[in-house]
């Protein structure tokens, strides 16, 4: 892998970053962590997590409205504008046609397609979409292989043991001579994908790139994270989730970073979701495949 500049900020090149502006970027998270994460937990006080949200996120904006580079400040906005979508939008597992044509619009146009026409046409300045860099050198290969093994062996830990109903988040027939049980198994599967390719094209090439290039990379890393994290601990990774998913959020932009391979992370992410999918089965029916118990 080969280390790469293009992520840093072109309005702070020596890598100063504003006070005011890292407390924007880090209230921003709070406001996704309390708006998405917590989203399915009783609230405090009966006070419902969305209203505590709207603290942070509205001292995030003003923050950022005060930041002499104006990009920052539409950074700001759609981050902001990608909390509030995710709060309307119907974050879980099912796979039934209602809710796929509700994530397909809310998730694909709402979360994908109108920031890139805002990155492009109001900032002016694209999100990357930088699908392939160069050769992938023997090391991006061989992490492949690594990271299948390592994924394999966590999964299989997180659904047997860590959180042995980790399943139930997704829905699949409970009877195994159900007739419709390979229906419902196509529609987990391309749905595990769907979902795969769409947290790199958001989290990734949308939060992570914006960020890292005003707040510098370390910082947009570990804020991506907690974004990622908290989306995907609403949509079904319970228990020991966040531990795995923030683990995994880090390694998927610390691996865009180093490879500016949207493609090589697409891969990586549809790799492990093909895990994902195999443990699930697995879990409502003991034995499907090959399985090492």
């Known amino acids: 892998m080969t280390d790469t500049t293009a992520l840093r900020s072109p309005a702070h090149p020596e890598g100063h970053v504003p006070v005011g502006r890292r407390w924007s970027a ?17 609230p405090p006080a009966g006070v419902d997590w969305h209203w505590l ?7 995030g904006l ?63 300045e694209p999100l990357d979409y930088q699908w392939v860099s160069g050769r992938w050198s023997l090391k991006m290969w061989l992490w492949l292989v690594v990271g299948f093994a390592l994924a394999f062996l966590i999964m299989g830990m997180y659904f047997t043991w860590w959180t042995p109903e980790l399943h139930r988040s997704w829905y699949l027939p409970e009877d ?17 994908n769907f979902v795969g390719i769409w947290d790199e094209l958001c989290f990734v090439n949308f939060v ?38 923030f683990a995994f959020a880090m390694i998927q932009g610390y691996t865009y970073h180093r490879t500016r391979s949207l493609l090589y992370v697409i891969v990586l992410h549809l790799m492990i979701d093909t895990i ?18």
């Open 26 to 42: 880090w209230l921003m998270a709070a406001a996704m962590l309390l708006a998405i994460g917590l989203k399915s937990y009783p």
């Open 53 to 59: 949200a709207l603290a942070p996120l509205l001292a």
């Open 62 to 124: 003003f923050l950022a409205r005060l930041d002499p580079d104006r990009h920052w400040w539409q950074t700001g906005v759609l981050l902001a504008y990608l909390i509030i979508l995710l709060h309307f939008t119907e974050i879980d597992g099912r796979t039934d046609d209602a809710h796929i044509i509700h994530l397909t619009f809310m998730l694909g146009i709402g979360a994908l397609l109108v920031p890139a026409i805002a990155a492009w046409r109001w900032m002016g």
């Open 176 to 192: 195994p001579t159900d007739p419709s049980r390979a229906d419902w198994m196509w529609r987990l599967f391309w749905g595990c």
């Open 208 to 245: 992570f790139v914006l960020l890292a290039r005003r707040i510098g990379f370390r910082e947009a890393l570990l804020v991506q994270a907690v974004f990622f994290t908290s989306f995907l601990h609403e949509m079904a990774f319970v228990g020991w989730g966040p531990v795995v998913i």
């Open 276 to 293: 994902l999918f195999y443990w699930i089965a697995n879990r409502y029916y003991p034995g499907w495949g090959w399985h090492p118990g």
